[in-house]
């Protein structure tokens, strides 16, 4: 007989998936200067306009950190919903893709999370970055594709899809102790493999840095304002508090250039 998975409850699952972020941060501040940057002081406790869902906003920045974000907004007591992310863009001396986590759960309380490296450059035709930063993750895309614990998530809006990678690791699954440790495994993995990506490394020349930092910090801000969530942000929040939230996603408001 084979033991069905048990549940979680709402509390737990929100718990640990936090958890999880906050393990990768650490591993971050290990290898990064990190810097908070003021401009999102105002953002570490936030609620929506009936006081039902909280949230909490962090943004650094250091010297090969152009803009890290770590976020979370929900409240397991009262809403099946809830999203987290920790968002690493890199500065312009080198290459390697950024970082992208992004937990949560649904309204039907299944778990969800999006794990990805974000391209800086055109992977239909730099054919040498696609196979150095995408084909290793292939494998694990393909595995995870096969695993009946988990189910693609597909979203709606045309950006989005273009926005993720050919190996973007985007699932739902019941909340449950296994599908908590497949999305803590395969985002440990994935972080790891990215820090020896930066380690490794070949400086950007000086005159090619400008052109890509433009190019990150464009992508940066679509991305942010594109998303479909900010509609229904809006409807929590108010319009004021979403448009500040957007802008801190990008940086924005930054008081620190880098």
């Not at 999006?114 to 494998?139: K, M």
């Not at 994935?190 to 400008?210: I, K, Y």
Request: hydrophobic content about 40%; charged content about 25%.
């Amino acid at each position: 007989m084979t033991q069905q998975p048990t549940n979680l409850d709402k509390k737990t699952v929100f718990e640990q998936l936090w958890n999880i972020t906050k393990e990768l941060r650490q591993k971050l501040e290990a290898r990064f200067e990190l810097n908070p940057d003021p401009s999102v002081e105002d953002l570490q406790e936030y609620s929506s306009l009936d006081g039902n869902i909280k949230g909490s906003l962090s943004a650094f920045w250091g010297k090969e950190i152009d803009w890290l974000v770590h976020s979370w907004l929900g409240n397991p007591e009262k809403s099946n919903f809830s999203t987290m992310r920790l968002t690493t863009w890199l500065a312009s001396h080198i290459q390697v893709p950024h970082l992208a986590f992004e937990f949560g759960t649904l309204p039907n309380g299944d778990i969800l999370f999006y794990i990805d490296y974000i391209a800086r450059t055109e992977l239909l035709s730099d054919l040498a970055y696609l196979d150095r930063y995408y084909e290793p993750v292939n494998q694990t895309f393909l595995q995870l594709l096969e695993d009946a614990r988990l189910k693609v998530f597909t979203s709606k809006s045309v950006y989005v899809r273009l926005f993720q990678s050919p190996v973007s690791l985007c699932y739902t699954g019941a909340p449950t102790s296994d599908t908590l440790e497949i999305t803590r495994t395969v985002a440990h993995e994935t972080l790891e493999r990215w820090l020896t990506w930066v380690d490794a490394a070949e400086p950007v020349s000086q005159d090619a840095r400008a052109t890509l930092a433009t190019r990150d910090l464009l992508l940066r801000r679509t991305a942010a304002e594109r998303d479909p969530g900010n509609k229904f942000a809006a409807q929590l929040f108010g319009t004021q508090l979403t448009d500040q939230l957007v802008r801190s996603l990008w940086g924005g408001d930054r008081k620190i250039s880098h």
